[in-house]
């Protein structure tokens, strides 16, 4: 095993990212990669469980590795590539399929929450729009890791079920074929405790599958649009307001400099200032820090762009990686 520690996570490429994305996952993954050698990828084909249109997949694939470019992840440093460009991932994940019990499977959370809707719903089939993407996708996450024999992969909390069956299946093969070839156990690194959670513009949770979400790299003035649109209620100006019951005040929070968040604090608990105020200062803060990354994700999205380069170059790198691991597999399986 390699001295220096693998660190590697999987982005979804199912939709444009949003500003929830941007300060929960985005900025401290950028952070982290500046002192270890990283991996991350695009999981294409994980995607294409959610997204069923060709154009619109295309479109989110550029646009998630423009978006992680842009915001300053370094390729000479981090490797970045397209699972889709890695063939050994679908190849290792047919040889772990024969180490993997079916009852690991029928557990998953996301397997087990598609068959209680359709409980819910009355159908008696509980199976019923579950396709085999959904029910393999802990198989496949455990390929993704264990192809880069990794160490450590940084997720969110809601992965810490597949990243135990990452290594629940390493240990299957390792306490098979372990005379010849053993996985090092990938471990999940969450981030703890402080980890952001933004609101959208609704209220709830910022996510894509609420719709609610303040994309990332909207052009200036729409974006200074949907943030006028944010709800708030008729509290007049002159009134005190609550920050803390404010989504606008929320967001602000992340994107606004300490001492003036302070300030607009006391402003709003004083009265006197009024929610459409607020909202352009929202809209200013959030804009000055994502202008120049905007103008980098424009041009790395022009059709032309060194992206498609960045990604084959990524791609050539992993592979290197990829086919020593499944040379190694391929010899302790008695496939070579
Ligand atoms: P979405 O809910 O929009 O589909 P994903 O599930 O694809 O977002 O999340 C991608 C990453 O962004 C994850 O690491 C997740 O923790 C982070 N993330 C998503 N939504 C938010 C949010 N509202 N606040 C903070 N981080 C978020
Ligand atoms: N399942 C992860 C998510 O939804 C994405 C992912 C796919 C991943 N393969 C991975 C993350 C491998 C870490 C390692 O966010």
Same mark, same amino acid.
């Given at each position: ?22 300060? *929960? ?75 993997? *019990?079916? *009852? ?233």
């Amino acid at each position: 095993m390699a001295a220096t520690k693998t660190f590697l996570t999987g982005i979804q490429t199912s939709g444009e990212p949003h500003i929830g994305n941007y300060v *929960g996952a985005i900025k401290p993954a950028l952070a982290a990669a500046e002192s270890s050698d990283t991996l991350y990828f695009l999981a294409d084909y994980h995607s294409l469980n959610t997204v069923k249109d060709p154009d619109r997949l295309r479109h989110n694939i550029r646009s998630v590795a423009a978006t992680w470019l842009a915001c300053g992840l370094d390729p000479d440093r981090t490797v970045i590539y397209r699972q889709s460009s890695v063939p050994e991932v679908f190849e290792l994940s047919v040889i772990l399929s024969s180490v993997t *019990g079916k *009852g690991l499977m029928n557990r998953a959370h996301a397997y087990k929450a598609a068959r209680d809707r359709n409980a819910e719903a009355g159908s008696a089939d509980l199976d019923a729009g579950v396709n085999m993407g959904l029910f393999n996708y802990p198989l496949l996450m455990a390929a993704d890791i264990l192809v880069m024999e990794t160490d450590y992969v940084p997720v969110g909390r809601d992965q810490a079920q597949h990243l135990e069956y990452a290594a629940d299946i390493a240990g299957s093969f390792n306490h098979l074929y372990g005379a010849s070839y053993s996985f090092p156990i990938p471990q999940g690194v969450y981030n703890e405790g402080d980890a952001a959670v933004l609101p959208g513009t609704d209220g709830r949770k910022m996510s894509k599958s609420y719709d609610n979400t303040i994309p990332l790299f909207l052009p200036e003035n729409r974006l200074r649009k949907l943030v006028r649109r944010i709800p708030t209620d008729s509290t007049p100006v002159e009134e005190p307001k609550n920050p803390d019951s404010s989504v606008v005040f929320q967001l602000l929070t992340h994107f606004e400099e300490p001492a003036r968040l302070a300030e607009t604090r006391k402003r709003l608990e004083a009265g006197g200032m009024g929610w459409g105020e607020l909202k352009d200062q929202l809209f200013e803060a959030i804009n000055t820090e994502v202008a120049p990354m905007r103008v980098r994700y424009e041009r790395l999205m022009e059709p032309d762009s060194e992206l498609d380069g960045i990604l084959a170059a990524g791609a050539v790198r992993a592979r290197e990686r990829s086919r020593r691991v499944l040379a190694k597999v391929r010899r302790a399986v008695g496939i070579d």
